[in-house]
């Protein structure tokens, strides 16, 4: 039984020592001179005290500092936990002590943040972190190590932190390898945060792959587009909010290096996928979580256009059954090395989480008869109305079909005769009325799925990877006063 | 840990049911037909009596029906043993009651071979086997199973069985991807016999990787320039006595599609390398054997010219380390997943073979100073000659450069003074005599290295895998009074 492979990114730079690894602002380092970086970060984080074993909090942006930080924490045989930076003082304080953190690494931007915070460990700044001393680094990985640590979000209870080890990084990357292909000079653009396992785990494909990474600060549709169009990437993984703002700010088509568009995220809303058609966008549905180290359901590119709206079939290495009947709706059910070993301190939930080697995922989707999975919803959002269910996401589609609609989120809000109702919050671009936006519905859902509030706002509430905060918009109904 | 994934075939022909698996002889069968046949088969063998566990012998051609009963018996959870179907009566017996086999299966031309046998076991001939019925196949492949067993050619002692796990086979495969890349329209050509691990490998590659395989009968070098000037496959397995055919009989170029010409079976000579440089032929010098189960060690695209004659680099998940000092020669050792986990009934020749999870491969090699392997010769052959070591291949390079000499095999003699001395066997193309031989040689190469006798054949004694034959170069020296 295989129980290592060989530290990657000395690997990595051994192999291809001169291919480009990072682009970002204009500057390009190769896979030779991140390894030397992080070789120097290792070596500097050493003489401030961390040693294998540790787990640290890692509180950056998406720059090279992040980069270099991640992959020195890899040779020191440090796990990091990955920090959200739009989290309060208290949550960050929170995941800190759950952890037992023997430091918080932090980009000098959030300084301010990390004072505030009224914990004991280590505060250490990347601005101060680099050392021209050699540092001795691990020959080899234990796919058993816990490599990352990410909390998730949890709509209820704590957050609990995800354990993600060397092999489900491993397993994860090839596994997305063996679907969507590898060339020479692949390049994957990353525009979502470090911190979440979307954009980590570009960095870890990166790396294992032998291709590049083109890294932003920040989501900016006007600059992805001139990117894509000018062939500065094959790949970019985004979620529905982002592809909407490519495509409304897209004239003319991509360049034909461009070959992936990998949407995740959630159900997407079939007017989107339908529009990207039409630009012969090559959109790769996918479905996946911090739990799965990223992926684990993809649409072949075979099935991109006939099955459109389905999340796709597991990749090679994985398997996915419903909790129900065949081909009935019920809990989505997932199986593969790429799977977290489990919640930290969390046994209650983990004998929940796991059952016979396969892990509940919470959601709900049903798999048609030739095996595509269609997630339906989050199973803790979804809507029981008079004893139907209604999934927000279908009701979400509907609205954004219509012209005037340019974000659209549904939650369950209590009614005494139903139990729970559909409350939608829209975006528009130009006036439209409830009544209208309720006929139109009426037109395309059956009744008991038509919102019975509508609202408008000037825009949603999302997190930092665009993720819908449904609880935000269940607290916005409150303050409305229902209604 | 991860010990199992997902039964490949199934899950290739659920994912991609409709791409080409297999191409033979004009005919071409998808993944979901493989798979069904695989079923049929698998059926078929269970009424035989074959059950999980089990080990049978297969002595086959490489046809369809070998890729049928291969899939089947993974299906079936029994290890296969490859038969060589050059073998005498002897040694195939010799094979069977080693694994102590519970039947041997048999292509019908093999029929009079299997009837020679005297050995208790079932004998089933491939033309019998299809059954329309129902089969129950394994949902995953545990890692750790024995999925094939192929002897080791041995210049010395009786044969090993090398036992390769279905671990081994995946991780070479995804090893093979990291370096190679992967693209969907893939396709291997595979003239090399199916009972090697070459061509073995490649029908494994296939089922993970979701691309196919171009099955020849035998290797036939106006057939495949035709193949690969039309554009038949993108990638295809040789060894140099087969490179020097394609290219000896090669008109115009072949097509753009055409990627890799995967360069195994030993160091090849330098003017050979030279040749495919100069007709843009992309070749990747690789170096593995059986014990590898295939590749371990391969040429990166990038250096495959100015790197020429070096097998490269490592496999990703791989290792490779030298028993001797920095750049010096000695020992090849390698480590990695793919690597066997041993030969069959052979604890002494394993407490030899394994050191701290480091396979000796008995093979000679340095590695200069940017980590690239140079493979000298298989230990096993080293010529001592005055204390002096010297390495067959070399001296075989030389004699290859001269144009007169199409083939060239050199083996250590016994001679009184020297304890050995090189004695060369050449295949000619034009009149040449061993005077101006001797003189070519002693030009290029030190004094103690030339050979001493010269002798010319019509062809050189080499295995179904092309591989020199040196003991029967022995023979012939010995049979010839000793020059």
Chains 1, 2 share one sequence.
């Not at 932190?161 to 390898?177: D, E, I, L, P, R």
């Not at 294992?208 to 970019?236: C, P, Q, W």
């Not at 019920?330 to 396969?358: C, D, M, Q, S």
Request: proline letters at 5%.
């Amino acid at each position: 039984m295989t129980k290592s492979v060989p530290n990657w990114l000395k690997q990595r730079a051994f192999l291809t020592p001169e291919r480009p690894a990072l682009h970002f602002e204009g500057n390009v380092w190769t896979f030779s001179e991140l390894y030397e970086k992080a070789l120097r970060w290792a070596s500097a984080l050493e003489k401030q005290g961390l040693k294998e074993g540790d787990r640290v909090g890692l509180l950056v942006q998406n720059t090279p500092n992040a980069v270099y930080v991640i992959h020195a924490l890899q040779q020191l045989g440090v796990s990091a936990v990955l920090l959200n930076s739009r989290l309060t003082a208290n949550e960050l304080l929170w995941q800190l002590e759950d952890t037992a953190a023997a430091a918080v690494l932090y980009d000098p931007v959030y300084q301010k943040a990390v004072e505030e915070l009224n914990g004991h460990f280590f505060r250490i700044s990347l601005a101060s972190l680099s050392s021209p001393e050699g540092f001795s680094c691990r020959e080899e990985f234990l796919l058993d190590d816990i490599c990352s640590i990410m909390y998730t979000s949890g709509t209820t209870g704590n957050p609990k932190g995800v354990q993600q080890t060397y092999g489900n990084h491993w397993w994860s990357a090839t596994g997305s390898a063996l679907n969507l292909g590898l060339q020479e000079k692949d390049c994957w653009l990353c525009t979502v945060p470090l911190f979440h396992i979307s954009g980590y785990s570009i960095l870890m494909r990166s790396v294992i792959y032998g291709t590049s990474v083109r890294l932003y600060k920040r989501f900016d549709e006007k600059e992805i587009n001139k990117a894509l169009k000018r062939g500065d990437g094959t790949i970019i993984s985004v979620v529905s909010a982002m592809l909407s703002r490519l495509l409304a700010s897209l004239e003319g088509k991509y360049h034909p290096h461009f070959r992936c568009m990998l949407l995740g995220g959630g159900p997407a809303p079939k007017p989107l996928l339908e529009a990207c058609a039409e630009k012969q966008i090559p959109v790769f549905q996918t479905y996946g979580m911090t739990e799965t180290a990223s992926q684990i359901v993809t649409l072949p590119p075979e099935y991109s256009l006939t099955k459109l709206g389905s999340a796709g079939k597991p990749l090679f290495p994985c398997q996915l059954k419903i909790d129900a009947e065949p081909h009935s709706e019920g809990e989505i059910l997932v199986k593969g090395p790429n799977v977290t070993i489990g919640y930290l301190h969390r046994e209650k939930a983990n004998r929940t989480a796991f059952t016979n080697g396969w892990f509940r995922t919470g959601d709900i989707g049903y798999v048609d008869e030739e095996g595509f999975l269609f997630v339906l919803d989050r199973r803790s959002d979804l809507i029981i109305s008079g004893g139907e269910n209604v999934y927000p996401a279908e009701v979400e589609a509907a609205l954004l079909s219509h012209p005037a609609v340019s974000d659209a989120g549904v939650v369950g809000v209590a009614d005494e005769k139903w139990g729970q109702v559909p409350a939608a919050f829209v975006v528009v671009n130009k006036p439209v009325g409830a009544a209208v936006l309720r006929q139109f519905c009426e037109e395309r859902l059956a009744k008991y799925k038509c919102p019975y509030y509508f609202f408008q706002l000037d825009e949603l509430p999302r997190n930092a990877s665009k993720k819908l905060l449904r609880r935000e918009l269940k607290n916005e109904f409150e303050k409305r006063g229902g209604g």
